[in-house]
């Protein structure tokens, strides 16, 4: 089936392409907040614990919407562990590590979803600028 959105199968595809780099990376992030959410010890357990539980909750949210953009898009969102890892530029760890680790780990992680997500905007301002062709 044909889509027609008003978006160049082109652009289009470079658009799924840069989501599905921000899918990786915001599937990594999710599985590394979740890991320490169920590890973090010390004495900020409870703050961190619950503060990990919301951040994991909101990027499993934004993992959702960013696949079902892709499919929108007319392509099929990355699945597998192999092709997810492929993707991601975030560095995986074994969820194990002191809590201000953990934290400066998370900070560097949400600095590359920024950077990846703004990699993207280019690309989708000029296709949701260009006049579709007939």
Do not use: C
Request: aromatic residues 8%; glycine residues 6%; charged residues 20%.
């Amino acid at each position: 089936m044909d889509i027609n959105i008003g978006i160049a199968e082109n652009d289009r595809k470079l658009l799924a392409g840069g989501l599905s780099h921000l899918l990786a990376d915001t599937y990594a992030v999710y599985h590394k907040t979740h890991a320490y959410h169920w590890n973090v010890t010390g004495p900020m357990f409870n703050t961190l614990h619950l503060m990990f539980e919301g951040q994991y909750t909101e990027l499993w949210q934004a993992v959702d919407e960013i696949a079902e953009r892709i499919r929108a898009l007319g392509h099929f969102a990355p699945g597998g562990y192999a092709l997810l890892t492929s993707l991601t530029k975030i560095d995986e760890d074994n969820g194990v590590a002191p809590a201000d680790t953990m934290i400066r780990h998370l900070v560097t992680d949400h600095e590359t979803l920024v950077r990846t997500a703004r990699e993207i905007l280019p690309v989708a301002r000029r296709a949701t600028t260009r006049q579709p062709t007939l």
